[in-house]
């Protein structure tokens, strides 16, 4: 398991700004709004998650963010310029691992580097360091299909991060791993954090993951998407392994089941 210094380092990363931020689909039987006019702030160097019902417009949200995806309407700032391509200085993690099967681990994460020219000694150094931190450089030379899913999903997050991004985008990452993988994840990716305080804006359907990572919690309704809470996180860093033992834990995850409660997304 990781450690993190007490003493916190400056924040990096970028500040992400939405406007009236809109998402339609067109279908066959017309058009389907995924996203209602929306505003949203990522300060640099906070992490922001974003929970929710399914279909309600996270993953249409963060691939917008990623200029990926194109507004019906509105507008995305980063750090003031508008932005109409994709980012470059970003890390994503998706909940699949997508990991080329005939490359090793250490190979898969070098890619990053390779793709984006930058100096192979100094990835090289990054990635064994990445590896290291998140304890699969035991498994470097092994192919994905010799790691289990949380390795193979360790990976991903060192080959999003190995090129210093400024900001990280995670769709539900630890959505596919069982419960004490997804445990000891977020542990470990706290850790990373506040080592290197980006900007990261975190999908998830789990409220305990969204309170154990974040600094604030925006809360959304479902179809069509909207967000109807924003929740900031004041709990210590770093955040014990168990956090149901902690009070005020439990107080922010009751807040928001209570908010999903009288969405009628949730009834007892």
Same mark, same amino acid.
């Given at each position: 398991m990781l450690t993190a210094d007490s003493g916190a380092p400056a924040a990096t990363g /970028?500040?992400?700004v939405g406007h009236e931020l809109t998402k339609a689909f067109r279908t066959k039987d017309g058009t389907n709004l995924a996203l209602s006019p929306t505003d949203f702030r990522i300060?640099? +160097?906070?992490?922001?998650a974003v929970v929710g019902p399914s279909g309600c417009g996270k993953s249409t949200l963060m691939l917008m963010v990623a200029g990926l995806l194109e507004p019906? #309407? +509105?507008e995305i700032l980063v750090d003031g310029a508008p932005l109409f391509d994709p980012l470059t200085d970003v890390g994503i993690v998706f909940q699949d691992d997508l990991l080329l099967d005939f490359r090793t681990a250490r190979e898969n994460i070098l890619l990053q580097g390779k793709i984006r020219g930058l100096p192979r000694r100094q990835q090289e150094q990054r990635t064994?360091?990445? &590896?290291?931190q998140l304890g699969v450089d035991h498994a470097a030379n092994r192919y994905p299909n010799q790691l289990s899913g949380g390795m193979r999903q360790r990976v991903s997050i060192a080959r999003a991060l190995v090129h210093d991004p400024a900001i990280l985008l995670m769709d539900e990452p630890f959505g596919a791993l069982d419960a004490l993988t997804r445990t000891q994840m977020r542990v470990d990716l706290e850790a990373l954090w506040l080592e290197s305080p980006k900007s990261v804006l975190?999908?998830?359907h789990s409220v305990e993951e969204a309170v154990g990572l974040a600094d604030r919690? /925006?809360? &959304? #309704?479902?179809?069509p998407g909207r967000i109807v809470e924003e929740i900031v996180i004041d709990l210590p860093r770093p955040r014990p392994v168990q956090l149901g033992d902690e009070a005020a834990f439990a #107080?922010?995850?009751s807040q928001i089941y209570e908010i999903f409660k009288n969405l009628g997304v949730l009834h007892d």
């Amino acid at each position: 398991m990781l450690t993190a210094d007490s003493g916190a380092p400056a924040a990096t990363g /970028i500040e992400i700004v939405g406007h009236e931020l809109t998402k339609a689909f067109r279908t066959k039987d017309g058009t389907n709004l995924a996203l209602s006019p929306t505003d949203f702030r990522i300060e640099r +160097g906070e992490f922001v998650a974003v929970v929710g019902p399914s279909g309600c417009g996270k993953s249409t949200l963060m691939l917008m963010v990623a200029g990926l995806l194109e507004p019906s #309407g +509105g507008e995305i700032l980063v750090d003031g310029a508008p932005l109409f391509d994709p980012l470059t200085d970003v890390g994503i993690v998706f909940q699949d691992d997508l990991l080329l099967d005939f490359r090793t681990a250490r190979e898969n994460i070098l890619l990053q580097g390779k793709i984006r020219g930058l100096p192979r000694r100094q990835q090289e150094q990054r990635t064994d360091e990445l &590896m290291r931190q998140l304890g699969v450089d035991h498994a470097a030379n092994r192919y994905p299909n010799q790691l289990s899913g949380g390795m193979r999903q360790r990976v991903s997050i060192a080959r999003a991060l190995v090129h210093d991004p400024a900001i990280l985008l995670m769709d539900e990452p630890f959505g596919a791993l069982d419960a004490l993988t997804r445990t000891q994840m977020r542990v470990d990716l706290e850790a990373l954090w506040l080592e290197s305080p980006k900007s990261v804006l975190f999908i998830t359907h789990s409220v305990e993951e969204a309170v154990g990572l974040a600094d604030r919690v /925006i809360v &959304m #309704g479902p179809s069509p998407g909207r967000i109807v809470e924003e929740i900031v996180i004041d709990l210590p860093r770093p955040r014990p392994v168990q956090l149901g033992d902690e009070a005020a834990f439990a #107080g922010y995850s009751s807040q928001i089941y209570e908010i999903f409660k009288n969405l009628g997304v949730l009834h007892d």
